[in-house]
Nanobody
Framework: QVQLVESGGALVQPGGSLRLSCAASGNILRFNAVGWYRQAPGNQRELVASITTGGSTNYAASVKGRFTISRDNAKNTVYLQMNSLKFEDTAVYYC????????????WGQGTQVTVSS
């Protein structure tokens, strides 16, 4: 019923930019929050940025000032604009949507690979 599809991952040069997309099935506003996570080999999955239904955003300290999360309600899509990319940004990036009903439900996308290399 709920499906998230990430896209936009690519190989980029250090200092370059990339825009990731997370397309949700159905109304994106049904979710209490949507976040971007990333996982590099040997590391745990970490939160990169999140946005709530009300539009409040939060960023990891490592990406603050470089990344921007945004939402297009008409397209049911959440974006992650990544600027000034560094080697350490290399990871698989995942989209997660949180839906709070009687309980809390998490939905994950399949991930998209971002590689920063010279």
């Amino acid at each position: 019923q709920v499906q998230l599809v990430e896209s936009g991952g690519a190989l980029v040069q250090p200092g370059g930019s990339l825009r990731l997309s997370c397309a949700a099935s159905g109304n994106i506003l049904r979710f209490n929050a949507v976040g971007w996570y990333r996982q590099a080999p040997g590391n745990q999955r970490e939160l990169v940025a999140s946005i709530t239904t009300g539009g409040s955003t939060n960023y990891a300290a490592s990406v603050k000032g470089r990344f921007t999360i945004s939402r297009d309600n008409a397209k049911n899509t959440v974006y992650l604009q990544m600027n000034s990319l560094k080697f350490e940004d290399t990871a698989v990036y995942y989209c997660k949507a949180v839906l709070v009903l009687i309980g809390t439900y998490d939905y994950w996308g399949q991930g998209t690979q971002v590689t920063v290399s010279s």
